[in-house]
Structure formats: C-alpha cells, structure tokens
C-alpha cells in the first residue's frame, strides 16, 4: 500500500515546485522530525519550501538545525502543495494558521492517527499501525536517498529517530513493532546519533523544568481509591517558579497508567477557567473523550483544551470516565 502512495507522491513532487509542510497546534518531536526529514528530502530537488506551523518548535529540537526555518505567520498558499504530517484534521493545525487551507493546489497528508474523514483534493496515507509518522517517512524516501551525501543523510536520520524515539518513549510504548527496530537500525546505519537525539529529548532539563515538574507532581490527587489520578500546573505554580507552559510540553507522561491507576489526567492552566488537558489510559478509549471536548490523539493517550472551571471540569471528567468503567460499583471516589 505504501508503494501505491509513493506513485502519487512522486506524481505530485515530480510536478510541483511549491510546498508548505506544516504538523499539529503545540507540535511534538514526530511532526517536528518528519517536518524537517522531508524539508531536507524536497530541497534536494530544488523545491520552494515553507514550513509554517502555529506555534514554534521546543528548544530542545533546536540540535536538529532546522528550528529557524519554521514560520508562524500564513502566506497566500493558492500556488501551493500543503503537506500534512502527524495530524489528519484541518482544525488539528491550529486556529491561528487555519487561513493556509483557504486556498490550495493540493493536500498531501501523512499521518499514523486514526482518520476522521478523507480531505478533499488530498492524497493520504494515513497508517495506524505505524509507530510514527516518521517511521511512514522513512518507507516512503528510504529508496530515493542511496546516492546523497554521507552528512546529508546523517542530517535525515537524526530527523526521523527523533521522531521514532519520541513517539515511542525510546522503543517502550506498545506502539513499537519488529518493524520499528528494523527502521531505528537503518536509520542508525546512516548515521543517526542515538546517544544526541536521546540526551536533547529526554534528558536535558534545567533547574527550572525540574522546579516546575516538582511543584506539579506535588498537586497529585487521587480518585476512586487511586484508579483515577489528577495533577496540575496552575497559573501560580508557573509564576512560581518564573516558568512558562513550554516547560511543560513532556509532563504529561510524566505520571504513567498503570493497573493500579487506570487514567491519569494532567491539567495546565492557560489562564482562569482555560485549561489544557491531557489524559492516558491503560485500557479505556480516552481518545473518544477528548473528542468529545474537540481535541484528538491516539487511543490511550488525548487532549483537548477546554474553557471552564476546573471543578467541573475534573467532576464531567470524572463521570465521562465512571460510565464507561463504573469504577463507582466499586470503589469510593475520594
Ligand atoms: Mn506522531
């Protein structure tokens, strides 16, 4: 099937010299790196690329050498292919650059989330299975890139194991498939440097991260005897530590579903009674909940943003959650 895909997407490439790539609103290390994978992969062939995303990306892609190449601000896309990665939804871009889809040659979308509904004038490949849009990434170039220079492809695979690795939690989701190591393996080939693309996800912290993340595994609270957790960053616990909501963007795997503790929800509070939202699961279908609030992700791992109070916010959570588990036969809620 992707050789069907690769037909089209050489069609399409072979034929247009326009691009804008852009990924989801508060892009992650998979939209980032399949961005800046396929940016290298286009400018080989003399393509004019954007890559215009809402918000800009985290410091800690900054390594990958392509963070100043992301625009924030839409441009007249009428003359232009717009690819979308890691996201299958039009909304999922954002608000503020949803102008870009007014007007368009043609959509590209590559993604590995579960597909709403197909986008007209598009071609996708949109692969749930697939650990990464990354990993989708990979498939569809790996056979194009043989004869490109040693550091040009050392550049490509850094993009794309960063994207495997961040999606996969470094090889530890139940996302991960034989495929995935095979893929990790090839991109190491090509001189992929695990040990850097590891130490800037995941370990790099400053003193203010690990304050922030202090203060906010200190809000911890439990429901239903502990099947459900809850924990926050308030507006006070960033004034607090004089620490914005980008220090936050890896808090919410911070707490892991477990059997003992089902669903665990994270809270950010953007400003008074507006809340970023993100809830994981070890069993329960959180994605459905967080569409129910117009967000999306993956099965056992959602978020949405919402503006209400946080009482009753947790309090709808709390009962969206005890209908489809009916924790309440059996335990007390606090
Ligand atoms: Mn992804």
Known sequence: MIDEFKFEFKKVTNNNKNYIITTHENPDGDGIGAQ???????????????????????????????????????????????????????????QKIQSIFDN?????????????????????????????????????????????????????????????????NNFVNNNVKPATFSIACELIELGADNNLCYLNLFENRSLSELRLLGKTLSSLEEYFDGKVVCYLTSQKIFNDCDADMELTSGFSKEVKPTDEHEVIIYFRELNENHYRCSIRSKNLNVQEIAKSYNGGGHKHAAGFEVKMSLTELRNELLNKIDKKLKFSDKYNLL
Not at 63 to 89: A, P, Q, R
Request: net charge negative; proline share 1%.
């Open 36 to 94: 800046f994978a396929l940016l290298l992969y286009l400018e080989k062939f003399g393509k004019n690329i954007k890559i215009i995303n809402q918000d800009k990306p985290l410091d800690k892609y900054r390594f990958l050498g392509f963070s100043d190449k992301v625009e924030t601000k839409v441009i007249d896309s009428s003359d232009y292919i717009i690819i979308m990665l890691d996201f299958n939804e039009k909304k999922r871009a954002g």
């Open 104 to 168: 368009y040659k043609k959509i590209i979308c590559i993604d590995h989330h579960q597909e709403e509904e197909k986008i007209a004038d598009s071609i996708s490949y949109i692969d749930v299975y697939s650990s990464s849009t990354c990993e989708i990434i990979y498939l569809l170039l790996k056979d194009e890139i043989n004869n490109f220079s040693s550091t040009w492809k050392q550049k490509f695979a850094n993009c794309l194991y960063t994207g495997l690795i961040y999606d996969t």
